[in-house]
């Protein structure tokens, strides 16, 4: 008799997800923002409350990979969002 194991791998581990968001220098805020999910969707991945999705580890990976190829760092989306709260609106003066 034969048993089959239907268990799969991770595609990447919480760790890895954690390190590839460092690399970018982006927090789990950042990850959210970019993507259109709440904070606490990322938080649950990243604390194993839910599964990574197939999809966010692509998404990561591919973040990844153009950061490497650019050499330069993507700057995090709430970084671009607090700048813009604190530059006045080019419009306001007119």
Do not use: C
Not at 58 to 66: E, F, R
Request: zero cysteines; a positive charge.
């Amino acid at each position: 008799m034969f048993v089959i194991s239907h268990a799969r791998k991770p595609i990447m581990t919480i760790e890895e997800f954690k390190s590839g968001l460092k690399k970018l220098g982006w927090k789990q805020s950042d990850f959210a923002l970019s993507i259109g999910l709440s904070k606490v969707a990322v938080s649950n991945w990243l604390t194993g409350v839910n599964p990574l999705p197939l999809w966010a580890v692509n998404y990561l990976k591919l973040l990844i990979k153009v950061h490497d190829l650019a050499g330069e760092v993507l700057e995090p989306p709430t970084k671009s969002v607090k700048q813009a709260k604190k530059e006045p609106d080019a419009h306001s003066e007119e």
